[in-house]
């Protein structure tokens, strides 16, 4: 991440609008490096893996209920309120899906179920924004997360998703459906014919590209790249964002730069698979397997398709509680069980002293013996 935002602000000297590019290479960084930190700092112990997940799934879900009490059901009117757009929400809402089933898979008693109503609430969330991208986005974590789960959980994990996306399809409204619908037919609307529409920007993207491969446009140019290229063929119109976030890092930041950001949904991919398997590997009896970091980047890589989260900050906060993860799975692989807070190591060998002390007293040869030895 750092040598992402360094590159996209050596690329500030050369951008269409360098103010511009400053000032959105530097103002969201200071809280996205504070959000990795906070997490990078912490203790990598099971304990601590689960109260920040938590954080995640209940926090947002706490959130995005909030925002629609206060909204309207209508789509334009739900999530408009924070700076982000219904689209933003549902991607947020799909990333962090995946945490709630992970937490569901592992919790006990009430807090098993508050993350089934959490994820609940997640899909809903994604369902009354009206995001096809969103959808397409929360399908694909779901499918991550059940070809990542282990033996016969796969089919209970199946069942429990056509269950769900039955009971959320009656209850979605007609606006919603019919979008879905169309999108399933295959209809061609706006972002297929629209000289504004998402497969025409893509195209233009593509010349953007070959125009500035090295340094780019600078960050946040995307759409004074558009308007000068509207300009240059003589029509008018919106200076549209890239609605694709691989397409917008090698705009914006080169060829170097779409590479950088491509590289960090890899390895984040990579790394997911990598905790999932060692879960399995090596705690899949104890603490469980845990397939929710490897679905929660996988859906975030298709959301990247449609939007522009090329410096999302959510993105980054996942990788952070991924790398914790990491962290976790790998002490246990490492020391052979299962990693063990320290306050539990601890209360044990206080009760292993406790015990100990008594057996001696019990064995007045051993007490004798000590004293020889003393």
Known sequence: MLVYYAWALMTVPFALYPGGAFAAATTPVFAQIALV??????????????MLQRAWAHGTATHITLMLVEGSSRRGRVFTQTGYDPNDYAAIAAMVFPLCLGLFQREKGAWKWIALVSAAILAVGVVKTGSRGGTIAILAGGLAFVLASEGAKRFLWVFLFVLGGMVTWSIAPPEYRARMNSLADGEEDYNYTAFAGRKQIWARARIYIARHPVTGVGMGNFPVMEGQYIAEIGRSGKWSTAHNSYYQAAVELGVLGGALFLTQVLLALRRGWRVRSESVRT?????GVQPEYFASVAAFATSSIFLSHAYFPFFFGIMALLVLA???VMSRSSSGHAE???????????RQVGAWAGWRTRNSWLKHAGGRAR
């Open 37 to 50: 930190l906070a997490t990078a700092v912490v203790t990598p112990t099971r304990r601590n893996l689960q």
């Open 283 to 287: 705690g899949g009896s104890t603490s």
């Open 326 to 328: 990491e962290g976790v």
């Open 340 to 350: 063990v807070p320290q306050w539990g190591i601890e209360r044990a060998t206080r």
